[in-house]
């Protein structure tokens, strides 16, 4: 059978949390293509559906979790609290949804497993789980930074005879009251869970691999006035955001830490733990926290000592106590310490005391204590950034799947585009920004919907990153890394999480302004680094 040439649509989008859905809507409503959007999930929300644990909720202040394309969709949503609990993210994607009329273009409960792009055609050939195939001419994957389950390999897991959960697929039907919980993991959705099960749990056993720097959210009910005069200041808050690094919507500062003298830190430390938000703690009190040795030991020496005032058990306290560099992503949470306090939650170190195996009665730990419980919660993260690549059969020229690509680490140009995959693009994939999500989500959309747009009016046949501008972006990402103290500490951003994964930069960390600046001249210079092919003429900028 000869393989079709005509595309059955223009494009798929691979995706519908915040990625897919812009971009679903960029590519339909602002170009006009034909667009195809698969959504594994049974609804629309991406992570923000899978992810219904006690405690899910957004650590960006709400005001800037959202979309800013539309100036009337920022005046009629309203929030009511600083930070956005799941339901109210969800509900507010799936308004967006139903807002633009995107829903008869998304097919749910349907997984796109593998792509293939097809020399012969220059299309791509997607499966999806339902046993359905067809053909693109653009691939654009908007998989989740945080998507795929990190389920840690525990002798004895699938013996344990209550209930085990991950966090990022939380049955509706789980009732947690008055249950003996467990939960291994005490990262930024662990210290949630943590918060929110403790008082209804009858008993909560927290295992922790890392203590970690937990700064306070300051999270409170906002007012009606506070709402409404937001939205009059809407437009400078947007440029205050675009313009600013980590883009959670406060002012970074400008200063060093050791510039001024000891009272003066101690003052701007405190005045930040009381304001609330890890990114700000680490941003907005002084501006070489992540970059100066000495001032990073100065931040977490102030940290230590508050957890040192908040937990009331000395032994507690020091196993809570971080030791290492306060360089990992910063997170925030309302009475994480304070949890520790309580007679019906226990800390279970497993660095000094490692699990050795589950059970059908609960975990036992080397000290031969067996921890009885009912249900067994993974707060254990995600393979992120490049997990969701991987699993999918997902293979560019020749062939080649990405995993050939990707040995030493995932890499891309720019974030957004692969060499050896023409016409296929990543909303937030490897080597994209490290900020607040939602801005350089629309950032990279509408870039690639930039790109997509000259090529539909040049005549462009395939688009595709040369691997020379490929590799001069990771250089420039580890430049950039290395410069901060952040590779310095195990962590989940360089992949430290997943056990033989290759230790790889996957963020640009110079900041949103920067990356902004990043795509605008490199758009300005005729794509720059990009292979342009004109019905097999093709022209390399």
Known sequence: MDTPTTPDVDAVVVGAGFGGIYMLHTLRDRLGLSVRAFEKGGGVGGTWYFNRYPGAKSDTEGFVYRYSFDPDLLQEWDWTSRYLDQPDVLAYLEHVVDRFDLRRDITLDTEVTGAAYEEDTGLWRVSTSTGGTLRCRYLVNALGLLARSNVPDIPGLDTFAGRTVHT?????????????????????TGAQFIVAAAPVAGHLTVFQRSPQYNVPSGN?????????????????????VRGSVVAFGFEESGVEAMSVPPEERERVFQENWEAGNGFRFMFGTFCDIATDPEANAAAAAFIRRKIAETVTDPETARRLTPT????????????????????????????????VGIVPEGVRTADGVLHELDVLVLATGFDAVDGNYRAMDLRGRGGRHIDEHWTGGPSSYLGVAK???????MVLGPNGPFTNLPPSIEAQVEWIGGLIGHAERTGVRAV?????AEA??????REIADATLFPKADSWIFGANIPGKP?????????????REELRAVADDGYRGFLLDRAGEAATV
């Open 168 to 188: 990022n697929a939380w049955p509706d039907d789980l009732d947690l009251t008055g249950r003996r919980v467990g939960v291994i993991g005490t990262g930024s």
């Open 220 to 240: 409170r009910p906002v007012t009606r006035d506070e709402v409404d005069r937001t939205k009059e200041r809407f437009g400078e808050i947007w440029d205050q």
């Open 324 to 355: 290492d560099l306060y360089a990992k992503r910063p997170i925030c949470n309302e009475g994480y310490y304070e949890t520790f306090n309580r007679d019906d939650v226990e800390l279970v170190p497993i660095r000094e005391n490692p699990i």
């Open 419 to 425: 060499a050896g995959f023409p016409n296929m693009f």
């Open 464 to 468: 595709e990153a040369t691997s020379e």
């Open 472 to 477: 001069g972006w990771s250089r420039v990402c």
């Open 503 to 515: 230790n790889a930069v996957m963020f640009y960390m110079a900041g949103h302004k920067a990356y």
